[in-house]
């Protein structure tokens, strides 16, 4: 996918996001309103688009992550982000009832293997919008700045990937970064918008 139907797509479903704030669905947290401001609407969409390539599970995922839209706990140190963004087929059809489940390093760059500290998961609404309130990922030896993610439409395969975080330095020593991974950043919000292989 170049970068120029990239673009179009995430515009295009941002159009969506904003004038379908008022309807997250019951399963979401009042919505923050980082993620209503910083995103404006357009009537492109490209069909065809590639889907988002797989990447490594690595070796801190836990099942059965709780069902929640706020990651963040009292106290927590971090730079608060809102993660948030659709999924979609690649004729750019929202998936509603998507399962997206997320975890990633603390502050500090370090996993709760213990617990659920940073781990969630939720499902997509009518739109096929999600949105988790979250902290920015701390760095770790070996790797750039990033997020786990599962999506999964209902009855279809996991896709399991990574979200990266645009001029990083570490990007481009990280032996599995990929630039279609990038989140679009803008203020508090981080974007991104998944592609799955289905019609």
């Known amino acids: ?21 008022a309807g997250l669905g019951a399963q979401y947290l009042s919505r923050p309103a980082a993620a209503q401001d910083s995103l404006q609407p357009t009537p492109a969409c490209d069909d065809g688009d ?13 099942p059965n992550s709780p069902l929640r839209a706020s990651l963040r706990e009292a106290g927590m140190a971090g730079t ?27 502050d500090a760059g370090i996993y709760d293997n213990e ?10 609404d009518a739109a096929g919008r999600y949105a988790f309130e ?5 760095l770790y030896p ?7 993610i599962k999506y999964q439409a209902a009855g ?28 679009e950043v803008s203020g508090g919000t981080a974007r991104f918008d998944a592609i799955l292989d289905l019609g």
């Open 1 to 21: 996918m170049d970068e120029k139907h990239d673009r179009g797509r995430r515009r295009f479903v941002a159009g969506l996001l904003t004038a379908g704030a």
């Open 50 to 62: 590639e889907p988002a390539p797989a990447q490594t599970e690595g070796p801190f995922f836990t």
């Open 80 to 106: 608060p982000i809102v993660l948030t963004g659709f999924v979609l087929t690649r004729s750019c059809r929202p998936l509603a009832n998507a399962l997206v489940d997320i975890w990633h390093a603390d």
């Open 115 to 124: 617990g659920y500290r940073l781990r969630g998961h939720q499902f997509t």
């Open 134 to 138: 979250t902290i920015v990922p701390g």
């Open 142 to 148: 070996g790797r750039t700045r990033h997020f786990h």
């Open 156 to 183: 279809q395969p996991v896709l399991t990937t990574q979200l990266y975080f645009p001029g990083e330095a570490e990007n481009e020593r990280d032996g599995i970064f990929h630039p279609a991974l990038v989140l």
